[in-house]
């Protein structure tokens, strides 16, 4: 690889936007709230920033239900503010990356509105609409993620609509052009804004099964599981019609300069991969969530990413992910100290790493009361422990009311913690997670091959992980512990010495090694290898 993109070298920080500051008094992020922390997030050492969903939405599920796909939701801001907040960006050299929702609108989008209105409405066809099975029977058995059927019955013209997320997120229908056509016109509105790319939500949705087949029941389905896994969802989800419609999704992203398609995709690596596309013309990066349900364990990570690495496509840049606004805090699942290890995991693999905000202060799942539930998935599926607000709390800025937030009270509550866990706090302690973010960071722009290099699995027993990554002969060398007790690891063969770059206990910095590396337990490290023995090595 002789030039690299900026969205393979560039690390992206997802930003949760109601979550992230709040400017305006509400108790809800906004984007006046994310402009000002930009040299926050230029310090910290990102490349890129990935918003979710701003757009106009009646909020059933948190902005991705949008009510008209080019302007800015009141809550969050005004266009004045999105073009501040872009030029404030590019001014910083920060990309910035928008959520495309493309599967499904708002109930409240004028579109459904026309299309519910009559039968014969031009814009009918643009949802999917189906006669009941028989009086008062949905037309099939197809569930939806946030419980019960995915059919919806509408009185008022005798049918049911489609919806694989809430009753007030219809789906589009992607088989009809015209939809397809105006979905790509909201993808130029805001690229000729200069936005630097989309992340697609759950783009894999997208086109269901033309003859309406019954999904087949889930041998798999265990008491306890999320309830539409009691079917496999085969004829709903990953159609093989779906790659011609991201193919002509990423031609328009083609027509512009140096931008990147992200897309949403939960699906087993093999089938992951299909999403790069015939000769490449699927989405740029294709989100790798194998480490968000990963068992935290040596071995499985080591054969996991083992995995990934051979199943890529000739040319197929890889990307990791450890959060994200679904899924549970990587600090609650595998606890504060392997949360260093998995911070120096995710940002020494190959590929392009997203960080979800907080995550770099060890934000965990905060516990929410019953009365401040708002995760319409929660209140739809109760008592499953799918709720969702527990990894959405406002970031903890300082030891301030509110965490300095907001003024007044946020709308989900601040972590107990955060007079002790915050972002101030930790800019002034040299032993924090943030601290090691940062120097991770810096470490990634400052090695090739960490940046671009090749990754090389050493084996190992126990609990130890180790990789080598190179680049025109620089050689680095990652050893992650992820168990409590202490051991020692050889450096790999033709490397007699090295030098420690960090330590996830961020005490070691420049330390020398010489053929073995004493490892506490719970640590990681880096370390550049040289062929030299010690003695030769500069001070
Ligand atoms: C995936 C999003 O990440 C999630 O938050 C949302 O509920 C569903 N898509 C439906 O849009």
Redesign the pocket.
């Known amino acids: 690889m002789t030039s690299a993109c900026w969205w393979q070298t560039d690390v992206i920080y997802q930003i949760y936007p109601r979550s992230f500051l709040d400017r305006n008094g509400d108790g809800i992020g906004d984007l006046r709230g994310i402009a000002a922390r930009l040299d926050y997030l230029v310090d910290l050492g990102v490349g890129a920033i990935w918003i979710?969903p701003i757009f106009a939405s009646p909020m059933a599920?948190?902005g991705?239900?949008i009510s008209d796909y080019n302007s800015i939701d009141p809550l969050f801001g005004t266009m004045a503010d999105f073009d501040a907040l872009m030029k404030a960006a590019h001014d910083r050299d920060l990309k910035v990356i928008l959520?495309f929702?493309p599967?499904?609108t708002s109930d409240q989008h004028p579109w459904f509105q026309q299309s519910r209105a009559s039968r014969d409405n031009p814009r009918r066809d643009w949802y999917i609409w189906r006669n009941p099975a028989q009086p008062g029977v949905a037309p099939n058995n197809w569930l939806s993620?946030?419980g019960g059927s995915a059919w919806e019955f509408d009185g008022l013209t005798g049918q049911y609509y489609y919806h694989?997320?809430?009753t007030r997120?219809p789906d589009l229908n992607w088989r009809n052009p015209a939809v397809r056509s105006a979905m790509h016109e909201v993808l130029r509105f805001w690229l000729r804004k200069g936005v630097d790319g989309f992340r697609v939500?759950?783009i894999w949705h997208l086109v269901k099964d033309d003859q309406y087949r019954d999904n087949p029941i889930n041998p798999q389905f265990r008491l306890g599981d999320p309830p539409n896994r009691r079917l496999v969802p085969l004829y709903t989800t990953d159609r093989p019609e779906v790659h011609d419609l991201i193919a002509a999704m990423r031609r328009v992203i083609d027509e512009f300069d140096d931008r990147v398609l992200i897309g949403?995709i939960y699906l087993p690596i093999e089938r992951l991969i299909a999403y790069y596309g015939r000769d490449l013309s699927g989405v740029h990066l294709p989100f790798n969530f194998s480490l968000i349900g990963a068992r935290w364990q040596a071995q499985s990570i080591a054969k996991l990413i083992d995995e990934y690495e051979a199943a890529l496509p000739p040319g197929g840049w890889p990307n990791w992910v450890l959060g994200?606004?679904?899924r549970p805090r990587i600090a609650s699942r595998v606890g504060p100290d392997q949360a260093r290890v998995a911070a120096m995991l995710l940002l020494t693999l190959r590929g392009t790493p997203t960080i979800y905000y907080g995550d770099e202060i060890g934000m965990q799942q905060v516990p929410i009361p019953p009365e401040q539930i708002r995760d319409?998935?929660e209140k739809n599926v109760p008592g499953r422990g799918l709720g969702?607000d527990g990894a959405r709390t406002p970031l903890q800025w300082d030891g301030g009311k509110f965490a300095g937030f907001a003024t007044v009270a946020p709308w989900l509550p601040v972590a107990a913690n955060y007079a002790q866990q915050n972002i101030a706090e930790q800019i002034r302690n040299p032993g924090s997670i943030y601290r090691l973010y940062r120097r991770l960071l810096a470490l990634r722009r400052e090695q090739p091959a960490l940046r671009r290099g090749s990754y090389r699995p050493i084996s190992a027993n126990g609990d130890l992980l180790l990789y080598t990554r190179e680049f025109e002969g620089d050689r680095i060398f990652v050893v992650l512990n992820l168990g409590s007790e202490p051991t020692a690891v050889a450096l790999p063969a033709e490397s007699r010495a090295g030098r420690l770059l960090v330590s996830t206990f961020g005490d070691r910095d420049r330390e020398l090694v010489r053929e073995i590396i004493d490892i506490r337990g719970n640590e990681g490290v880096v370390v550049e290898l040289s062929k030299q023995a010690v003695d030769a090595l500069p001070d």
């Open positions: 979710s599920d948190f991705y239900d959520d929702v599967n499904h993620e946030f694989a997320f809430h997120q939500d759950v949403e994200n606004h679904d319409p998935l969702r």
